[in-house]
């Protein structure tokens, strides 16, 4: 198992381990990318280009997981892509910091660490380049997903405030780096 940084071409996998994940805001899982309007090949790839921190984690070459944030620079050129919450980071004023999109590991690799594994790459990346913090949300309403509040509260962010995007209420989440 290895964690490396993304490139253009593992978007259409990336994709498909979205689609897997994605559920229902009324679904009984405790954990998935809520009523998820799946991005296409092309947004993954653009957003994988335009940002150093997106990363996948490979089992005998094969992409099982991964990891998806973007520096500021970043949010304002994918901001086009109209993703309600990467417009709203786009537009935030605080410096040095960085938006934590998505983290996904295929179901049959779940519980094997591989999503903290991803994250502390994420922090100590984030670190060593100098920024101040680290933005996550998760939704909250209708769905809670006890799966990523506890990694996220296990690595150290904390809950700031909700975020209300159409039927979604999202918790926004901040790691002081
Ligand atoms: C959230 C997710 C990435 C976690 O990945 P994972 O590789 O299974 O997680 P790990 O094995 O590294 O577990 C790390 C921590 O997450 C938490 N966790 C993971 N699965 C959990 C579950 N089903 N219930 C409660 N906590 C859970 C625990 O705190 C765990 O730490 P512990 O093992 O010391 O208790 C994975 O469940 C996933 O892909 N979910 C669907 C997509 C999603 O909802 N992503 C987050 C929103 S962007």
Known sequence: MEIIKAKAKDAKDIQKI????TIPANSKK???FV???????GTISNRIKNSNFCYVVLDRKKVIGFNMAYEQKALRKLDKDRDPIIIYFSKETEK???YWDLLGVAKHKQDQDLGSELTKQLISDAKAEGYKAIYAVIVEKPHYNPASTSLLTKEGFSRKKALKVRDLTFGIYKLKL
């Open 96 to 98: 040095d910091f960085i």
């Open 18 to 21: 979205i689609k897997e994940l």
């Open 30 to 32: 405790d954990t998935g």
């Open 35 to 41: 009523d998820y309007n799946i991005p296409k090949i």
